[in-house]
């Protein structure tokens, strides 16, 4: 087969991320194209955690799917939670002392999945143990189900190297990554070579888990291989294994980032977690060049004023959040449009509102990005859709921040966050640092001068340079003023800048138009859904209908002419709009900036990523006249 749907799953804490990492780094080795989500429960440990990969022999892969071929449980919860997304004549990897464990015994599932799930159990007449489950997947869905004795191989390996036994449950990722080795036919070579990657410079955890594959392979000796993936026909020479954190934390770098501020919130979080990894920012020849001061502060209002402060002192800086963090931001990010500060908002969107879904994905912030905060003012309002995109397009942000002086907001979410997959190394000479006109002020500085547009920007602490910065309407030194000439011609030149990036911007940093240029249908959508909407698209036109995908880049100041020009003459009818909200605000903001009314529409609001599978039925629903608006909600 050319690509193979994977599922584990376990107790939050319990190593599922790590076994994440291994197996992406050891089928990445070999040659394979990979893409994994991480789903948790917002707590430290023992809530329900999976992770859905797909691994390809022909592509890097673009988005996920349900069905999945291999299915490895750490618990019986994971058995119970995805049974249902298990294809048939799949894998099921299990521990066999669950085996008589009931839906009703697991204290960590929430009664309303339990019940969901037991409703489902009795549609089929299935018994509420895993071993009742177990039996109807390998009877009615030919399933081959592999038990293993987990508590047998962890007892052999602690004797082996006496570990003690409250330690020896780290090792069940180790279980998790060796049986899906195993049933991939992956050697015990490439697989020590994942575990030497992961477990750098401890070489007794290797040894430890190179053991535990000798000792799972001679458990499944029968089943080495069972699942066939094609030998890969990719053409990979230098990539990454990254998540959205990681590339965004490496764009900033590249972009001369100096200071980041943040307040710990998932899922923006780990992107500071990596920048504080480094101390120093090599150049070429491992000379120093720089470092970045990352500084967490004791909330968000901190954190945007902080990193406004830098800012002023001329270093390229930024703060990282999530909704509920934005909102406390917003006063600082009124201050920066008043002052025309240029400072960037790296902002990852997860499931509200209040504290929503604290590790659930969304897009449902997209009009708190654009509108929030009083009086008017130029922001800028970016989306990546991909993790190469969030790349180029972090260094775009500060650019833009810069030229233009004012505050950006790079909109994120959390599928794009926590998503691991490969990307080409980006190209780091086609990266373009604009810091803008910048002067040395001086006696008579006007820091806000009105001569122009774009104000002469001068850093704090300049000799024989006075300047004054204030929250209220201020002339051209930074004086308050309440004359109404003043403010108005301040007001207007702020505003204003908005139609200066507009016309400066290229079109494909503003939209991306994917595939014909009259399609029959055209889907419109912003962010993390680009991936699995290419791949509908191209399913699509396999079948022989003409589909294509405008990648909306620019979300403000809305790009309305570049917008009217590439979709004239396509009618209202053959557009729809996808989106991760309930209200699919992507149409609401082309209508009041266009006029064009979109009213077909696929929608998500659980929390939980698009696949291809539901997409596709989604669109199929739509497009053949069944319905205007569809509702996803496929994943645990």
């Known amino acids: 087969m050319k690509e193979v749907g994977v599922l584990l799953g376990g107790p939050q ?37 999976y992770i859905l990969m797909l691994v390809s022999s022909v592509k890097l892969p673009r988005s996920l799917r349900y069905p999945v071929e291999i299915l490895a449980s750490m618990d019986a919860e994971t058995v119970f939670t995805h049974f249902t997304e298990l294809s048939e004549g799949g894998i099921l990897i299990y521990d066999v002392n669950i085996s008589s464990k009931r839906i009703e015994e697991i204290p960590s599932m929430e009664d309303a999945t339990r019940e969901r799930i037991a409703r489902v159990l009795a549609e089929k007449g299935v018994k509420t143990s895993v071993e009742s489950v177990v039996e109807y997947l390998e009877r009615d869905r030919r399933v081959l189900p592999l038990g293993l004795d987990f508590s047998s191989l962890l007892k052999a390996l602690s004797e082996q190297y006496r570990i003690d036994s409250r330690a020896v449950s780290k090792f069940l990722s180790g279980v998790i990554v060796s049986s899906v080795a195993v049933v991939l036919g992956l050697g015990e070579d490439i697989v020590a070579a994942g575990f030497r990657q992961q477990f750098r410079e401890r070489e007794e ?17 029968k089943h080495y291989g069972v699942v066939r993936l094609e030998e890969p026909r990719l053409v990979m020479e230098k990539v990454m294994v990254v998540t959205g954190n990681d590339v965004v934390a490496i764009g900033k770098i590249v972009a001369g980032v100096r200071y980041q501020s943040y307040y710990p919130i998932t899922p923006a979080a780990d992107e500071s977690f990596l920048l504080e990894k480094y101390d120093n920012i090599l150049g070429e020849n491992g000379e120093v060049i720089g470092s970045v001061v990352v500084m967490q502060t004791e909330d968000e209002i901190a954190a945007v004023n ?155 602490g300049g000799k024989d ?44 940093r503003k939209l991306r138009l994917h595939g014909p240029s009259s399609p029959d249908y055209l889907i419109i959508g912003w962010g993390s859904v680009k991936g699995v909407v290419l791949d509908a ?14 990648d909306l880049k620019l979300l403000w100041p809305f790009p309305s002419e570049d917008f009217l020009k590439i979709t004239n003459g396509i009618p209202d009818s053959n557009i729809l709009a996808v989106e991760h909200s309930y209200g699919v605000n992507i149409a609401e903001l082309v209508a009041m900036n266009t006029g064009r009314r979109i009213v077909k529409r696929v929608s998500k609001y659980t929390g939980r990523p698009i696949t291809l599978d539901e997409l596709i039925h989604g669109l199929e629903e739509i497009v053949s006249g069944k319905k205007e608006r569809v509702v996803l909600s496929r994943g645990a």
């Open 13 to 49: 804490g319990s190593g599922i991320e790590t076994s994440m990492w291994i197996l992406g780094r050891i089928l990445v080795s070999k040659g394979f194209g990979v893409i994994a989500d991480r789903e948790y429960f917002s707590n430290i440990t023992g809530r329900h955690s």
């Open 205 to 221: 955890l290797v040894e430890q888990n190179i053991m535990l594959y000798r000792l799972v392979r001679s458990a499944l000796s």
């Open 306 to 460: 902080s990193a406004i402060g830098a800012a002023l002192t001329g270093v390229r800086s930024s703060t990282t959040t999530s909704g509920p963090g934005f909102d406390l931001m917003i006063e600082g990010l009124t201050w920066a449009g008043m002052n025309e500060v240029p400072i960037v908002i790296t902002y990852y969107q997860r499931g509200g509102p209040s504290t929503g879904q604290p590790t659930r994905g969304s897009q449902s912030d997209l009009f708190n990005a654009i509108f929030a905060g009083h009086g008017e003012f130029a922001r800028v309002v970016l989306s990546s859709g991909d993790h190469l995109d969030a790349f180029y397009d972090t260094i775009e942000a500060f650019n833009i921040a810069e030229k233009y002086q004012v505050p950006v907001i790079h909109l994120l979410d959390k599928f794009l966050a926590n998503t691991v997959t490969v990307i080409t190394i980006p190209d780091v000479e086609r990266v373009r640092i604009e810091r803008g006109v910048l002067t040395r002020g001086g006696p008579g500085y006007k820091r806000f001068s009105l001569e122009s547009l774009i104000s002469p920007r001068a850093f704090i």
């Open 465 to 508: 340079t006075v300047m004054w910065y204030t929250g209220d309407e201020h002339d051209e030194y930074g004086h308050i003023v309440e004359d109404p000439e003043v403010r108005a011609r301040m007001y207007s030149k702020r505003i204003e800048k908005l139609s200066l990036i507009l016309r400066d911007l290229p079109m494909d």
């Open 537 to 550: 698209v191209e399913y699509f036109s396999e079948k022989g209908l003409k589909m294509s995908y405008l």
